[in-house]
């Protein structure tokens, strides 16, 4: 059964850092991974989708990596803003209708 | 513009009432699913709809009645609910069965009193 952790729960940082977000599954058979951002209250927002055969895609100041092997999966955001302030949500998905599977969220935030 | 439209977007109900939640989506997806968020759980999927037909109902309780009657509109009809099924309730469509990603709309907060 694939599970997925994220890695930290919750994140404080000040205006201006570069951070790193943590995402792993146990089951390497994937044929994607996809990063969301969920603001409070709000429905999710797609920000990055890396098929299996991808080792990382950018959008902006995001960058998301996949080493499919080794389960895990890295979403860095380059010189954070208030605005970045939200829940990140990273998901797996391995094929079928019931297959995205999500972890249980980075809730960051970016304090001026 | 998620190309997802939920409406509506909040929506207060007493325990006897019948209301229904309505999801558009405008990107040629043929795939639809239903989300249920619950404080502090992660995102549980409700129902999914592929091409019209429901293909997966994930022990849902029967006060939860789906409908898709085409492939961009999906609904979710709601009566005799229960406070415990106050919950943000999300939308989704994908190209199935969603290798390319998944688009979420933006959910409707539901409270029943």
């Known amino acids: 059964k694939q599970e997925v952790t994220q890695i930290p729960a919750a994140l404080s940082v000040p205006e201006g850092e570069n951070l790193v977000l943590n995402c792993s599954f146990t089951d390497s058979a994937i044929y994607n991974l996809q990063w969301f951002r969920q603001d409070p209250g709000k429905g999710l927002t797609s920000l990055l989708l890396?098929?299996?055969?991808?080792r990382e895609q950018t959008s902006g100041r995001l960058n998301a990596s996949l080493d499919k092997s080794s389960g895990r999966s890295t979403l860095y955001i380059a010189a954070s803003q208030p605005g970045d302030s939200a829940t990140y949500l990273c998901?797996?998905?391995?094929?079928?209708?019931?297959?995205?599977?999500f972890g249980a969220g980075t809730r960051l935030a970016v304090h001026p | 513009e998620t190309g997802v439209t939920q409406t509506p977007r909040h929506l207060v109900m007493g325990m006897t009432n019948k209301k229904s939640l309505k999801c558009e989506q405008h990107l040629g997806h043929n795939a639809m699913y239903w989300y249920k968020q619950s404080a502090k759980k992660p995102l549980e999927l409700m129902f999914v709809?592929?091409?019209?037909?429901?293909?997966e109902n994930n022990s849902v309780p029967s006060r939860f009645s789906p409908e898709c009657p085409n492939s961009s509109h999906l609904f979710l009809h709601l009566h005799t609910l229960q406070p415990e099924d106050s919950a943000l309730y999300l939308c989704?469509?994908?190209?199935?069965?969603?290798?390319?990603?998944?688009?979420f709309g933006s959910g409707t907060r539901l409270t029943v009193v």
């Open positions: 890396i098929q299996s055969s991808q």
């Open positions: 989704a469509s994908s190209q199935s069965p969603g290798a390319d990603g998944y688009t």
């Open positions: 998901a797996v998905f391995s094929g079928g209708y019931n297959k995205l599977i």
């Open positions: 709809y592929s091409l019209e037909e429901r293909v």
